[in-house]
């Protein structure tokens, strides 16, 4: 049973469109990270939020943007979607301070763009 | 050099084996350290935690090294559902600041 929802599971785009990617979770955690991984890689940490209002790039540059106006709502939005997008978009929350009690992950936005 | 370093695999062994993974990490700040599974085309699931004097849970036993800085994951009498890549994990900084994530190692169980 999932309690942190990704929408769209799967989503292929055309180059130069907007897209926003969709994290929600129902476990009040403060804490969210998106992440980034390509087949056979490592997970790569692109932004966070430590609470309501709070947004941090993480260590991967990229192009998109998050909010955090909700504490269970943690959107991602590529502004004009570019082929070096393609990946998929992992969205985790945990609770306590930082990641010592593990995180919970999304089952994934994988994204094409063409 | 990566942080946290793993053997990619694929590491091929038929049921019942006992198979073992090492992890290497390279900053000595870390604090805490995991094991995630990592299914194909699925998300990461936490699968155990780390603690200095090494843990089991049922199958699986993890240990620490702080002094060789490795990590490693011990998988007794695999089932052909253990079949999947295995992330090691760094906490580094107080209160799990930055996380850093192993590629993963690739396990194959056989009948």
């Known amino acids: 049973e999932a309690d942190i929802y990704q929408t769209p599971r799967y989503l292929v785009i055309g180059t130069g469109k907007k897209i926003t990617l969709e994290c929600s979770q129902t476990?009040?955690?403060?804490?969210m990270y998106w992440y980034q991984q390509d087949p056979g890689m490592e997970l790569h940490l692109i932004h966070y939020s430590y609470g309501v209002n709070s947004t941090e790039k993480g260590d991967l540059s990229s192009e998109s943007t998050v909010s955090r106006i909700r504490t269970e709502h943690f959107p991602l939005t590529l502004e004009s979607a570019r082929p070096s997008h393609t990946s998929q978009y992992l969205c985790?929350?945990?609770?306590?301070?930082?990641?010592?009690?593990?995180?919970?992950f999304g089952s994934g936005t994988r994204l094409t763009v063409v | 050099r990566k942080e946290v370093e793993q053997d990619p695999g694929p590491f091929n062994v038929p049921e019942g084996a006992t198979v073992a993974f090492n992890c290497t990490y390279s900053?000595?700040?870390?604090?805490?350290f995991f094991w995630y599974r990592q299914d194909c085309r699925k998300e990461p699931k936490l699968l155990m935690s780390v603690y200095s004097s090494g843990n089991e849970d049922g199958r699986f036993t993890a240990q620490l090294n702080r002094a060789s800085q490795y990590i490693s994951l011990l998988i007794r009498d695999s089932k052909l559902s253990d079949s999947a890549t295995y992330l090691c994990v760094a906490l580094q900084g107080t209160g799990g600041f930055k996380t850093i994530f192993g590629a993963g190692t690739r396990l194959f169980v056989k009948a």
């Open positions: 476990m009040g955690h403060d804490k």
């Open positions: 900053n000595s700040a870390s604090q805490s």
């Open positions: 985790a929350s945990t609770r306590g301070t930082g990641g010592e009690y593990g995180y919970t």
